[in-house]
């Protein structure tokens, strides 16, 4: 495996990291203008750059894709990891900023396809290091912003913005809350005395080769049906039920998926928060259809463990990981009877990142 002093021939120019997210509750509400809670993971993205001496982009990362090259000017686009990274140098770009030919050199202690926003790290750390490289002026939110059109324009999934602002403005001991529509955002205590952990259901997943597009479709269908801007726009739940299936339930599902986030984001006890999250899945699982067999029964084998609160997948869907809020202590036990459980049929369920999450008593937004 290429060093990043072999790749750069010395030291890098710049050198910026992202980490990815777990996302709590508000899942696939982002698109419709609505309400997230996500926290930081301690694991993230490093992107290092130094300006090449010919025309074009040399892209190296040894836990992605290899090497990738791309022209800086006109060409063919790049292909795999370098598609996210293209993107983020053209929007950079059409904002008046000149960048030059660069070697790019990735590294990542993030796992791909396991639902924690491993694309959203690597556009974020991509910006950061391009921030400080060519120093234009670009705040945290302005950077999340591009960082989603470069997954849209140049990845093809159209995104909403949480994980990249999650990924651009969290950290590891709050939650994040986002408004997606005013981009109101502010950190929030975690529930008191508990701790998080991750699990890899150890089914893969992209997001380009799901459902995501399609659901996303489906919410639009369904606010124009209801008269509505976006779904975040509908006051009463029981609106949604004279939609016509599927969209009634994948209406239910963003509509009362807002409800919980606001209702989190009060101030909640970690008993309530749990029950949220349990409720979250099960709307996921029933109303969204965006869980498959696997994650529901890794999800049931948390939430019957001792001292886990809640549970539910994290991400997309369609395979990845799911978070379970557990009592503090108790969260690595909880996921290993959880997981000695899941495995008995071959599966390949691991722990991927316990979180730490210490909350004050009063839980009080800060």
Known sequence: MTSAETFFGGAP????????????LGEHTDY?????????????????????????????????????????????????FGSYIEGCIRLVEATGVEVPPLRVFV?????????????????????RALRQLLGFELDDVKLAQIAQ???IDYAHVNCGIMDQMASSLCDEKHMLFIDARTLE??????????????????????????KYNERRAECEEASRKLGV?????????????????????????????????????????AERFGELMNASHASLRDDYEVSIPELDKLVAALQAAPGVLGARLTGAGFGGACVALC?????????????????????KGRILIPVPAQGKENNEPV
Do not use: W
């Not at 290092?48 to 982009?57: F, K």
């Not at 955002?185 to 380009?208: F, K, W, Y």
């Open 149 to 151: 059109r470069a997954e």
């Open 13 to 24: 120019e710049a050198c910026a990291q992202a980490p990815g997210r777990v996302n709590l």
């Open 185 to 210: 955002h502010r950190l929030v205590e975690m529930p008191a005395g508990t701790e998080l952990i991750v699990i890899d259901s150890g089914m893969p997943r992209t997001l380009a080769a799901s």
């Open 32 to 80: 419709n203008d609505g309400f997230m809670l996500p926290v930081a993971t301690p694991q993230g993205t490093t992107v290092a750059l130094a300006r090449s001496q010919d025309d074009q982009h040399h892209l190296y990362s040894g836990t992605l894709d290899g090497n990738v090259t791309f022209a800086a000017k006109g060409g063919s686009p790049a292909q795999g």
């Open 107 to 127: 590294t990542t202690n993030l796992p791909v396809g396991s639902g924690l926003s491993s694309s959203a790290a690597l556009e974020v750390a991509t910006l």
């Open 327 to 347: 009592r503090a202590g108790q969260a690595r036990a909880a996921a290993e009877t959880a997981l000695s459980n899941y495995n008995k049929e071959g599966r």
């Open 229 to 269: 801007k976006a779904l975040r726009d509908v006051t009463d739940p029981q609106l949604v039920e004279q939609l016509p299936e599927p969209l009634r339930r994948r209406a239910r599902h963003v509509v009362l998926e807002d409800l919980r986030v606001l209702e989190a984001a009060k101030g909640v006890s």
